[in-house]
């Protein structure tokens, strides 16, 4: 990364996509350990490649394709491991339907995100206590 400014934006888009990482992992995988294998294991590829990324540009796809490579890498260490896990084919078309799932989902989230900005303090906080994990 050339510069600070540019450190803190790249530091920004990787942490406020995590999620997305995440649910992208857990979906090609159906492991939650595995996939937060992977989504640590992705991060430190992105980390490492931040220079190659260029501002401007689909992050979330430059992110879920590195995390797609990591799933190809994850599952080859499992079949040396003797265990089956499915062919790469399906694997290709589940990182597809993920991956356009996963936008959607992106979508929702920020007009629900909208949605509740408008909401008068009050309510906006009970909504939340309400659907917050454990409540």
Partial sequence: MASNDS????????????????????????NRQQAQDVMQETNLVLW???????PGTNF????????YYQVLDHRRKL??????????????????EAS???????????????????LPDRQRDLVRRRYSEGA
Avoid: P
């Avoid at 979330?60 to 995390?67: I, N, S, T």
């Fill in 7 to 30: 450190t803190a934006e790249f530091i920004q888009l990787l942490t406020s996509h995590q999620s997305r990482l995440y649910a992208y992992a857990l979906s090609l995988l159906g």
């Fill in 48 to 54: 490492r490649k931040a220079d190659q990324f260029q």
């Fill in 60 to 67: 979330a796809a430059w992110m879920m394709k590195v995390a």
């Fill in 79 to 96: 079949n040396k491991q003797a265990i089956f896990i499915g062919d790469d084919e399906f694997l290709d078309k589940l990182a597809e």
């Fill in 100 to 118: 356009d799932s996963s936008e959607v989902m992106e979508e929702q989230r920020d007009a629900l995100r909208a949605c509740l900005e408008k």
